[in-house]
């Protein structure tokens, strides 16, 4: 019906734009809220949500009860909600949207099914322009199809509607796909009213950890990746994630993760509110964790989970709680590159994702041995070329070079006086340069060749500076910039 | 040295040759010609008694506590973050499978740079014993240094806050040393902030150093300013002084003198400070002994400079 027509019937009629951002961003809602009932929950689009409730409809009571819950809690929330349950994904569809009949349970009979989708309308199959063409051959009914020979239908209308017939009636397999994987280990705990006490809630989760911890035991593996969600009674969600630098199976410390990423959301995130009635704890990612060997010489493992990851179980454990608290992203580990450029030289990865390599199993070896370090070449390099005495790199960087004003006798020459942030420095030994070319395999003109010097000044404070580009050669005058301090 | 007479000497004597050696004969030109004071020349077991009250402080800090370093004069930053990179340094060395954990605030890096992982190793630390942590802002950095503290695995733990001077205070360096003492570990903040005030705010933490970047006396300067050449500089050297010492359990405090400035020169292969005399100018460039293989072949390993 067109605005026009509408504003005839009804004046007082108020007009609002749909906002079809805001509604998908509700509808994700309501998905994440449904995942209490089951770990997989799907949307379906433009206005329903699709729940695999297999296996799990007998927490709820068997599969009536459970409809009624989800119904009722829904309801609760201001929703005008219609709910069925079918053995598959297109039934239940079109029983929810075309038909009275709620629930077709999962151990109906292909007769039973036929029954109930019998009296569907055609549009249940979801091909508008089939069904138009259906209904002026006077076909209304899902059941007029199953009464036909199918060959026709099927030259006449492709083969699409003849799998739109066998996913109604639940004879092919139909996955959905849900908004999150669902967690291979987890633990749940459900209240009969909210939980609002930040203590309360630790403590479950403490419980949780020790639930979860048992599950991932036996099947010998640990955690990589912790999801814990809170479901709000009134209806909102919250999730929290940590990840670990190892496989972890230890429930004080997993305890302890979650507990500081709560810390860090306190400020903004988890708000009680009316409190939290279902807790889910799982592992998202796990690996293969096994016990270790104890030996009767000098234990390098103290806690009682293999360090698979291979750095010592304390280091481990510090760097997975100062990462769950700043953000794995910001607790890093230094790993050698293959680049002469200064600040290729060096990358610096999250700690907990590293690349564990040969060189991190080294925890109980017998101490001195390096032989396994990346940076062992490097080391031994550094003893025979390191006859200079000054130190060869500055022992800080910055992250990209200040431009400066330096003066230099000859174009290649040191700096003599350089201006660096609005302070004047007069060099007063320097040593180098040092140059490095880009690599060559680059496009030209894009880096410049560099001249390196240590310069010291007066004051004793050593610079990094370099002389970018060389002079008519490269075609720009060269540029002098600040790289690293000593 | 220390108390314990010949023999200890002699173990240091075969140590040095047993270094000459691995260096394929080149001798110690490195340091060899270089005017050093007293040689503090290894780190001391625990519980062994050095008589220098600076040395000692060292060693104290070494087996656990806390210790503050403010740069004396702003643009001295870096200078007080390689001082306190030696002391978790000469730590490390003590600890040989243990890591150290450098806290760097964002807005230190913004001044000074991160750590650069090629310095590192020139100075002598293996970067994979590294963990970098960075950091958004002071309470963070003290967080993640009170954190680091109490963990048994880490030898040391650098953090450098952009912190102010009077938003540190009794209670925040209390919770420090309290997890220094709880853990193994020993803790170096670096209060690059509070450049010049080393002695003029209060904390709880024992020992407070102030670095500044040192001018090292040369010997034949004027040589080089009548050839109008630049020398180059030599070894990484600071000057610094003890601004406080609380008497800890082997007495320091009363005989330690604020006034007075120690020039110190940093050795990576050794890992340890030692006292800088005046120094001589290490040869020029060409006239270093060529460390290529052929090189030391031709002359049969045994020139040096």
Redesign the interface.
């Known amino acids: 019906m067109a605005v026009a027509d509408a504003r005839a019937m009804h004046p007082s009629l108020t007009l609002a734009e749909a906002d079809l951002l805001a509604e998908a961003a509700l509808l994700a809602s309501i998905a994440d809220w449904c995942r209490r009932f089951t770990p997989l929950a799907a949307i379906d689009p433009p206005d329903g949500v699709m729940l695999d409730v297999t296996g799990a409809s007998h927490l709820f009571g068997g599969e009536a009860a459970m409809l009624d819950e989800v119904e009722r809690r829904l309801a609760a929330q201001g929703f005008a909600v219609r709910v069925a349950l079918a053995p598959g994904p297109a039934l239940a569809r079109a029983l929810v949207r075309f038909s009275p009949v709620r629930c077709a349970p999962a151990e109906s009979s292909p007769e039973d099914i036929a029954n109930i989708a019998a009296h569907l309308p055609i549009a249940a199959l979801g091909l508008a322009e089939a069904a138009r063409t259906l209904a002026r051959a006077g076909l209304r009914h899902v059941g007029d199809f199953l009464s036909r020979p199918r060959a026709p239908f099927a030259a006449r209308f492709g083969p699409d509607i003849n799998a739109r017939v066998d996913a109604l009636l639940c004879r092919a397999r139909e996955p959905i796909s849900p908004r999150f994987e669902a967690p291979n280990y987890m633990a749940e705990r459900r209240f009969a009213t909210g939980l609002a006490r930040l203590e309360d809630i630790e403590a479950t989760l403490a419980a949780l950890s020790r639930e979860l911890c048992a599950l991932l035991e036996r099947h010998g593996v640990g955690a990589r990746r912790l999801a814990a969600a809170f479901y709000r009674v009134d209806g909102a969600v919250r999730h929290i994630e940590a990840g670990t630098s190892r496989p972890l199976r230890d429930p004080a410390l997993m305890g302890s993760l979650l507990r500081e990423r709560l810390a860090v959301l306190d400020g903004d995130g988890l708000d009680t509110g009316y409190g939290f009635d279902t807790l889910r704890l799982g592992a998202m990612e796990v690996e293969r964790c096994d016990p270790p060997q104890t030996t009767l010489g000098p234990a390098c493992d103290s806690s009682g989970v293999a360090s698979v990851g291979g750095e ?4 481990a ?3 997975d ?2 990462g769950a ?2 953000g794995l992203r ?5 790993y ?1 590159q293959d680049a002469h450029i ?1 600040e290729f ?2 990358a ?1 990865l999250p ?1 907990a994702y590293a690349p564990t390599g040969p ?1 991190s199993r080294r ?1 109980c070896e017998p ?2 041995s ?1 032989s396994g ?3 062992t070449a ?2 031994q390099a ?18 990209r070079p200040e431009p400066i004003d330096a003066v230099a006798l000859t174009p290649d020459g ?1 700096p003599l006086r350089f201006r660096w942030r609005r ?1 004047l420095h007069d ?5 180098g340069p040092e140059r490095i070319a880009p690599p060559w395999w680059r496009v030209a003109g894009e880096a410049r060749t560099r001249d390196y010097f ?3 000044d ?5 610079f990094w500076l370099f002389c970018e580009g060389l002079g008519e050669r490269e075609g720009a005058p060269p540029r002098w910039f600040m790289h ?3 | 040295m220390s108390q314990s007479g010949s023999s200890e000497k002699i173990l240091f004597l075969r140590r040095a040759i047993a270094a000459i050696e691995a ?1 394929g004969g080149q001798g110690n ?2 340091y060899g010609r ?1 005017g050093y004071g007293r040689l503090n020349e290894r780190p001391r077991r625990f519980g062994s008694v050095s008589r220098d009250p600076f040395e000692r402080l060292l060693d104290e800090g070494a087996v656990g506590g806390m210790s503050e370093i403010v740069p004396a004069r702003p ?2 930053e ?2 007080a ?2 001082f306190a ?1 030696a002391l978790a340094l000469r730590r490390l060395s003590m600890r ?4 150290v ?1 450098w806290i760097a605030e964002d807005m230190v ?1 913004r001044e ?12 002598g630390v ?3 014993r ?7 802002r002071p309470r ?1 950095t003290l ?2 240094m009170e ?2 503290l109490k ?4 030898a040391a733990v650098v953090a450098e806050t952009w912190i102010a001077p009077g938003a540190y205070g009794l209670e925040a360096s209390r919770r420090l040393v309290v997890a220094a003492r709880r853990g193994a570990g020993a803790g170096l903040l670096l209060l690059a902030k509070a450049a010049g005030e080393a002695a003029r705010f209060t904390s709880a933490a024992p020992t407070r150093f102030e670095v ?5 006396q040369r010997a034949g300067a004027d040589a080089f300013a009548r050839a109008r050449r ?8 600071w ?1 610094a002084r003890i601004v406080k010492a609380r008497a800890g359990p082997f007495g320091a405090g009363a005989d330690c003198d604020p006034s007075c400035w120690r020039d110190l020169v940093f050795d ?1 292969d050794k890992a340890l400070l030692r006292y800088a005399l005046p120094l001589r100018f ?1 040869a020029a ?1 060409g006239d ?2 060529d ?1 290529s293989p052929a090189a030391q072949r031709l002359c049969g390993g045994r020139r040096s400079v």
């Open positions: 010592a179980p304390d280091l454990d510090l760097i709680r100062l608290r700043l910001r607790v890093l580990r230094l050698p200064p030289a060096v610096a700690a060189s925890s101490e001195g390096r370090s990346r940076w490097s080391l550094r003893k025979s070329i390191g006859e200079s005495l000054a130190p060869l790199r500055p022992l800080r960087l910055f992250e040191p302070a060099v007063a030994a320097y040593e240590c310069a010291e007066r004051e004793g404070r050593r690293g301090l000593f | 260096r030109a490195r270089i643009g001295d870096a200078a973050a390689g990179f040989p499978r243990s890591g954990v890096a000074i740079g991160l750590p650069y992982a090629k310095g590192l190793e020139a100075a293996d970067p994979e590294l963990v970098l942590v960075r950091t958004r963070e967080w993640a954190e680091t963990s048994k695995a880490v500044a970047s040192s001018v090292v630049l020398p180059s500089p030599g070894p990484p050297a000057r990576p290490p460039l270093r002994p460390s």
